[in-house]
């Protein structure tokens, strides 16, 4: 694996899943792989678990990884080619990436989208920057329009807990929020449950929400939740913003925040989410505290998709 942005990346999805629980039954197994390596962490936007999961991950594989809050603390990069910069940026991310290049053996990046133009997110410009100029590989944290990661745990984390002889029912179902939030997570979600092809997949939202199809073909689409939730296995839970007419709210409708009485038609599924979760505007607490939710057993699973890939990555520098 040369660089980590999305499920096109990964050749195999479920031997990169077995090497996660590999790392999860034995985390310090490959002490020696990243001794004497560098990975630079740089965040353009906040993060809690992203952040600190990829530097267990790293530190288990034996790698220094350092922190770099670029948003807050570091010169304000220009993204755009031939850019005549006499506004508010300082620095070129050509200038500024093949500098992370010398720094580090692995750059991981997270940028968010600006929700504002959805061909500016869409061509992901951010990602690609750093790729072309860093000269070293380039794991995303997150970029405008994917969370691999993310994916690559919730796929880790379904198959773990799911233990029977056929495939499992996955329902994304949109839910409310207070303010228009990325399509990343829900993007994402669709790509690798699609590429990972083991999975009876099902996306539930209010009309309008619908997602870019990029990502969501392969799956039903619903906008009858009650419909889609019938004998699900596993319930994703996620607000995202309108795609078509780009990063709107249309309806905080708070008939589509999940509840337990919404799952009594679900095969008793577990509930998942990336967090942060707005508590009784996306999820209910009841959900949030039964037996049904396994949000920090995903949570905690970051830390083991993130080792896999950047085990992958220095296995291949080698
Ligand atoms: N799920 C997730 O990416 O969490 P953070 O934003 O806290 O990193």
Not at 23 to 37: E, I, R, S
Not at 108 to 121: E, H
Not at 209 to 235: M, P, R, S
Request: net charge negative; proline share 4%; aromatic share 10%.
């Amino acid at each position: 694996m040369k660089n980590f942005v999305s499920a096109k990346d990964v050749n195999n999805i479920d031997a990169l899943v077995q090497k996660a629980l590999a790392f999860k039954a034995d985390p310090f197994q490959q002490q020696a792989l990243g001794k004497n390596k560098r990975i630079g962490c740089l965040f353009l936007n906040p993060s809690m678990r992203t952040r600190l999961s990829t530097q267990i991950a790293a530190q288990n594989l034996g790698m220094e990884a350092l922190v770099f809050n670029v948003g807050n603390e570091g010169w304000m990069l220009e993204f755009e080619e031939e850019a005549i910069m006499s506004g508010s940026t300082v620095e070129h991310v050509k200038d500024a990436a093949p500098v992370f290049g010398k720094y580090f053996d692995i750059l991981a990046i997270r940028t968010f989208p600006s929700l504002k133009n959805r061909d500016d997110d869409y061509s992901e410009l951010y990602i690609k920057q750093f790729i072309k100029y860093a000269g070293i590989p380039v794991v995303s944290l997150e970029s405008s329009t994917l969370h691999p990661l993310q994916s690559l745990t919730d796929i880790i984390t379904i198959t773990e807990t799911f233990k029977e002889q056929r495939k499992p029912k996955i329902v994304l179902t949109w839910a409310p929020h207070v303010k228009p939030l990325p399509q990343c997570v829900a993007n994402s979600f669709a790509q690798w449950v699609n590429a990972w092809g083991k999975a009876d997949f099902v996306i539930t939202h209010p009309e309008d929400y619908e997602l870019d199809e990029q990502f969501t073909n392969g799956a039903t689409i619903t906008h009858d939740q009650e419909a889609a939730l019938k004998d699900a296995d596993f319930v994703y839970v996620k607000n995202w913003s309108t795609y078509k007419d780009y990063g709107k709210i249309y309806t905080n409708d708070p008939e589509w925040m999940l509840t337990q009485a919404k799952l009594s038609a679900s095969r008793n599924a577990k509930v998942m989410h990336c967090l942060p979760v707005r508590r009784n505007v996306e999820l209910s607490d009841e959900i949030l505290d039964s037996p049904n939710s396994i949000v920090t057993q995903q949570a905690g699973n970051r830390v083991w998709a993130a080792q896999a890939v950047l085990s992958e990555i220095l296995s291949a520098k080698k």
